[in-house]
C-alpha cells in the first residue's frame, strides 16, 4: 500500500500499519515498522510522549526493528492484546513482543499494583540467523510542546521534560546520542537470544533512575497472558463471525478505564476523516453515549463488571439524583473536559490540521444519550427467570441493587421526558446549530420506555401514568414529523428530507419492527442514496464543516442489523464481510473508511465501529435462527432470558 503523504511530500504509515496494545489505564500504537508512534503515559489523555503519529518529523517514537529491508507479519498472541511481530531479512528472523503489563484488579475493583501497572515491554528473540536490530528512542513531552533531556546511563537512559520522566531500561544495550536528539543502539540477535526492554513513566528524578532496574518481565508478560486468558474466557458467543467479534470485544476492553470504570471513545486524537481535512477531534475521553453502546455490546457477549463499574462511575460523574441536563462527555477521572485547543506546532497526520485537544461538543446539548444509557441498563439490571443465571455469568458478576442505582436512571428518564421536544446536536454532533433531529426523538422515547419497563419489572417508584403519557406523544412525533412520504422514508429531522444513516437503528430499538413497511423504505433509501461502493455514509446534508468525510463504520453495520432483522440475511452478510475485509491485519478498525481505496480513517481503533460489529454479528446470528422480526422488539428483549427460553422451546414466532 502507497503511504499516503502530507504537502511537504513527508510519508506516513497507513492507519493500518499500527495495532494497539494496553493496560487498561492507557494504551499506545505499535507501528509495523515497530516504532512506539502514540502513547500517552499513565491515562488516555495524558499529553502525549510519543506522538510521531501526528507529526513524522518532530513527534517522538521508540522504534525496536531490524536495520534495513525486512518483511513483517503480524498477530495478537491467542485471545489476548499482547502483539507479536516476526520481520524477516536476508540474515534472519527475529520477533518482537509488545505488551502492557496488566493483572487482576485489586479488591476495591480501582485498577492495578501502582508499581508495576504503567510500562511498556518489549521482547526481541532470534529465531533464525543473525539479525541487527536498531533501538531508537526519542521521546518529545507534552505532544512535541516541552524540550526533551536524555541522559545514557548504566543499563538505559532517562528522559525528561515538561515536569515528567521517561526510563528507558535495556541492560546491555550500549546507547549513544543520535542526529535526531534521541539515543540509538545497534544490537546483533541471534538464533536462540532474548533482549527485554521496558518504558517506565516516574514522577521525579530518583524514581526514574531506579526504573533502570529491569523489572521481572518474564513473570509481567505470563501474568498479562493470564489476565486475557481468563477475560477471554467469559465470552460466550458462538456465531457466525466468532474470531472477528473476539477481537473487537478485546479492543474494546483495551477502551475502558479500570480505575474509575470510564470508558473511552478511542485512544487517539485527530487521526482525520479526511485526508488533509480539518475533520480532527479528540476522542480520548467519555461520551456517556458511546460508553453505554460499548457496554451494551459487551454485556450480549458475557460482560457484565465493566457494566457495573460503569453505573457507579457515572454516578459519580451525574450525581445520585440529576435534575439538570448533564455534560454529554466527562474526562476518564468524571471531571469536565478541557476546552478544545489546537496543537499548531503539530503538522498533523498527513497534513490533516488543525490537531486538537479537548472536544468543544462537550457544551453540546445531545438528548439522544439518555435512552443509550438507559437501555444499556435495562439490559444489565434484566431480572433472571427463574434463579437462572445468564450465559457467562457467576454470582460475582450479578448486577447488584437497582434500587441503589434507581435514583439516576429515573432522573433520567425525567429529564428525557421534560427536553424531548427541544431541539438538539444530535448524535453526529453537528456544529451547525441545534435541530429537531430524528435520532434524538428515538432516543428519548427509547429512556421513557425503558424507564417504564424497569419499573414494572423491579416494582419501582416512578410516575408510570405520565411517563407512559409521554412515551405515547414521543411516538406519535415521530411516525407523524420523522418520516417523509414525499421521500417516502424516515429523514435526518423533523421537516427535513435529508437521508441519515441513524434511521437505521428504528427497528433495533424496538420502535417499529423490521417488516413494517415505512422501515423497509428506509433501508432502501440508504442503500439508494448514502452507500458508496458498498459502504454507508452518515448523510450528505450540510453540517457547517468544511470538507467530505468518508463512509462511517458505524452506520455500515447497522444496515447489517436492519438487513439481517428484515430477514435479507444474504445482503446482511455480503455487507458484514465487506467491512470486515477493511479491517487491517490484526482484525482493527477505524472510524472511517475511503469507500473507494479502503483506507482506514478516523480516530482508531475506534469503539463505535467495534461494538457496531459486535451487535451486527449477534443480530445476525439470532436472525438466523429466528427468522425476520414482525413484531417490534427492543434489544433487551432479545437478549431475555425469556426469550431464550422461547427458542430453545422452538416457540419464537417467526422462528424457522
Not at 539479525?131 to 507534552?142: G, S, Y
Not at 524514581?207 to 529491569?214: N, T
Not at 456544529?431 to 428515538?442: A, E, I, V
Request: with cysteine; proline share 6%.
Amino acid at each position: 500500500m502507497v503511504s499516503p503523504a502530507d504537502d511537504d511530500g513527508t510519508c506516513y504509515p497507513p492507519i493500518a500499519d499500527y495495532a494497539l496494545i494496553g493496560n487498561c489505564h492507557t494504551a499506545a500504537l505499535v507501528g509495523r515498522d515497530g516504532a512506539v508512534d502514540w502513547y500517552c503515559p499513565g491515562r488516555f489523555d495524558a499529553p502525549a510522549v510519543f506522538c510521531r503519529l501526528l507529526d513524522r518529523r518532530r513527534g517522538g517514537y521508540w522504534q525496536v526493528a531490524p536495520r534495513g529491508a525486512c518483511d513483517a507479519r503480524r498477530e495478537y498472541r491467542g485471545a489476548s492484546n499482547v502483539l507479536r511481530s516476526t520481520f524477516s531479512t536476508g540474515h534472519g528472523q527475529v520477533r518482537l513482543t509488545d505488551f502492557m503489563p496488566i493483572y487482576r484488579r485489586t479488591a476495591s475493583r480501582r485498577g492495578h499494583d501502582v508499581g508495576t501497572s504503567h510500562h511498556v515491554v518489549r521482547l526481541v528473540e532470534g529465531l533464525s540467523g543473525a539479525v541487527d536490530v536498531e533501538v531508537r528512542f526519542k521521546p518529545t513531552f507534552d505532544y512535541a510542546r516541552a524540550p526533551a533531556r536524555i541522559s545514557v546511563a548504566e543499563g538505559g537512559a532517562v528522559a525528561e521534560g515538561a515536569g515528567a520522566y521517561l526510563t528507558l531500561a535495556c541492560p546491555g544495550v550500549a546507547l549513544a546520542p543520535d542526529e535526531e536528539g534521541g539515543v540509538r543502539a545497534v544490537c546483533r540477535i541471534a538464533a536462540g537470544q532474548r533482549l527485554w526492554l521496558a518504558l517506565a513513566r516516574a514522577d521525579d528524578a530518583a524514581g526514574a533512575r531506579r526504573a533502570l532496574a529491569l523489572p521481572d518481565c518474564e513473570a509481567a508478560l505470563d501474568r498479562t497472558l493470564a489476565y486475557w486468558d481468563e477475560w477471554a474466557a467469559a465470552f460466550t458467543y458462538q456465531g457466525p463471525y466468532r474470531e472477528a467479534v473476539l477481537r473487537s470485544v478485546l479492543a474494546l476492553k483495551l477502551l475502558t478505564y479500570e480505575p474509575s470504570g470510564a470508558i473511552v471513545a478511542a485512544p487517539t486524537t485527530s487521526l482525520p476523516e479526511e485526508l488533509g481535512g480539518v475533520r480532527n477531534w479528540d476522542y480520548r475521553y467519555t461520551w456517556l453515549r458511546d460508553a453505554s453502546l460499548i457496554l451494551y455490546a459487551l454485556m450480549t457477549v458475557g460482560y457484565r463488571a465493566e457494566a457495573r463499574d460503569f453505573f457507579e462511575w457515572l454516578e459519580r460523574a451525574c450525581g445520585e439524583a440529576p435534575t439538570r441536563l448533564p455534560p454529554i462527555m466527562y474526562a476518564v477521572d468524571a471531571r469536565h473536559v478541557p476546552p478544545e485547543t489546537t496543537l499548531d506546532h503539530l503538522a498533523g497526520y498527513c497534513g490533516a490540521r488543525p490537531v486538537r485537544i479537548g472536544n468543544a461538543a462537550a457544551g453540546q446539548r445531545q438528548l439522544d444519550v439518555f435512552g443509550e444509557v438507559l437501555m444499556a441498563a435495562r439490559l444489565h439490571y434484566q431480572r433472571p427467570r427463574g434463579g437462572d443465571t445468564a450465559p457467562g455469568e457467576d454470582e460475582g458478576d450479578r448486577p447488584g441493587d437497582i434500587a441503589a442505582t434507581w435514583s439516576l436512571l429515573r432522573g433520567f428518564v425525567d429529564l428525557a421526558a421534560a427536553h424531548w421536544q427541544e431541539p438538539d446536536c444530535g448524535i453526529w454532533e453537528i456544529r451547525g446549530g441545534p435541530r429537531d433531529f430524528l435520532y434524538s426523538k428515538l432516543m428519548c422515547w427509547a429512556a421513557v420506555d425503558s424507564g417504564v419497563r424497569l419499573a414494572e419489572e423491579w416494582g419501582l417508584d416512578a410516575p408510570l401514568r405520565r411517563w407512559r403519557e409521554t412515551c405515547d406523544a414521543i411516538r406519535q412525533a415521530i411516525l407523524a414529523r420523522g418520516f417523509d412520504p414525499y421521500r417516502g422514508a424516515f429523514t435526518q429531522a423533523f421537516g427535513s428530507s435529508a437521508l441519515d444513516a441513524s434511521a437505521l437503528i428504528i427497528p433495533r430499538i424496538g420502535f417499529l419492527p423490521a417488516t413494517d413497511p415505512r422501515v423497509d423504505a428506509t433501508i432502501n433509501a440508504i442503500q439508494t442514496h448514502l452507500v458508496r461502493n458498498g459502504l454507508v455514509d452518515r448523510y450528505h446534508a450540510p453540517d457547517g464543516l468544511p470538507g467530505d468525510e468518508a463512509s462511517f463504520g458505524l452506520c455500515s453495520f447497522w444496515l447489517v442489523d436492519a438487513l439481517s432483522l428484515s430477514g435479507r440475511l444474504d445482503e446482511a452478510h455480503e455487507l458484514f464481510e465487506r467491512i470486515v475485509g477493511c479491517a487491517n491485519d490484526v482484525g482493527l478498525l477505524s472510524e472511517e473508511i475511503a469507500p473507494r481505496q479502503r483506507l482506514l480513517l478516523g480516530n482508531f481503533p475506534q469503539g463505535f465501529t467495534h461494538l457496531a460489529l459486535v451487535r451486527a454479528a449477534v443480530n445476525l446470528a439470532k436472525a438466523e435462527k429466528h427468522g425476520p422480526e414482525e413484531h417490534a422488539e427492543s434489544e433487551a428483549q432479545r437478549a431475555g432470558p425469556a426469550r431464550r427460553a422461547a427458542a430453545e422451546r422452538g416457540a419464537v414466532a417467526g422462528g424457522r
